[in-house]
């Protein structure tokens, strides 16, 4: 009896524990739950009314996904990188995602040009982009660099930057790459890769996309130097 009420109750864990990470892990991206914030379960659970079995699962998901880290002593609490590490990250990320630019000029049909294109007509009609504000990108297939990681097709490149480092990676870039100044600019920037990818200019495609990702560096590490420098002055004050 019990057997057959774990089988069935299982499926059902699986849905809760998928709603909630993706959930949290919006939360996260997005800054509504703050890098460095301490997240427990009790906290968690009552929050989004679920039992601990459910929310534990998701926790591990976003683990796995380097979204929230273990602390010692501390317990759980959202990822927040150090300046050397933001830079760091984002040096591997100009490193892979200009080589995988070179691949997909090298490997992407027509049909996967044309959808890298249409994703680019939808982030056209974004209100904030239009008014110089944003430039959010949704995750996965409505994601111009998951696009292009994909269009590599290469498997190593694809688990690496679409797996094990995509949802730190989209977390900085909504954060502090994705307003102020660099909006429009890294749309047109955008636009320019695509077209050196449908020509298949690989070493066009491959510098594109190395200025570009190296621009938002520059661009989330001026930002993220403000930020920190705002919690100084206000941790002094009080």
Not at 13 to 26: D, P, Y
Not at 205 to 228: F, G, K, P, W
């Amino acid at each position: 009896m019990s057997s057959v009420t774990t089988a069935s109750s299982a499926p059902e864990i699986r849905t809760l524990a998928e709603r909630v990470f993706q959930e949290l892990q919006n939360a996260i991206v997005r800054g509504e739950l703050a890098p460095g914030s301490k997240i427990t379960e009790p906290g968690l659970s009552q929050t989004y009314g679920i039992s601990r079995g459910p929310l534990r699962e998701a926790m591990r998901r976003l683990e796995a996904h380097r979204l929230i880290e273990r602390v010692p002593h501390v317990g759980a609490r959202v990822v927040k990188l150090s300046m050397p590490e933001l830079l760091e990250l984002f040096d591997v990320r100009e490193a892979l995602e200009s080589t995988a630019a070179r691949l997909a000029a090298e490997h992407m049909t027509a049909e996967e040009i044309k959808g890298l294109r249409d994703v680019l007509a939808v982030h056209q009609g974004q209100d904030d982009l239009r008014r110089g504000e944003a430039y959010y990108q949704s995750e996965g297939d409505l994601d111009f660099h998951y696009r292009i990681v994909k269009g590599s097709h290469n498997r190593m490149l694809i688990t690496l930057l679409c797996d094990d480092l995509y949802y730190l990676v989209r977390l900085y870039r909504t954060q502090f790459s994705a307003s102020g100044t660099r909006p429009q600019t890294a749309f047109a920037e955008h636009h320019h890769i695509v077209d050196a990818i449908a020509a298949g200019n690989g070493e066009r495609a491959e510098q594109l996309m190395r200025r570009h990702v190296r621009a938002s560096r520059d661009n989330v590490a001026e930002r993220y130097a403000a930020t920190l420098s705002s919690q100084e002055e206000t941790k002094e004050q009080a």
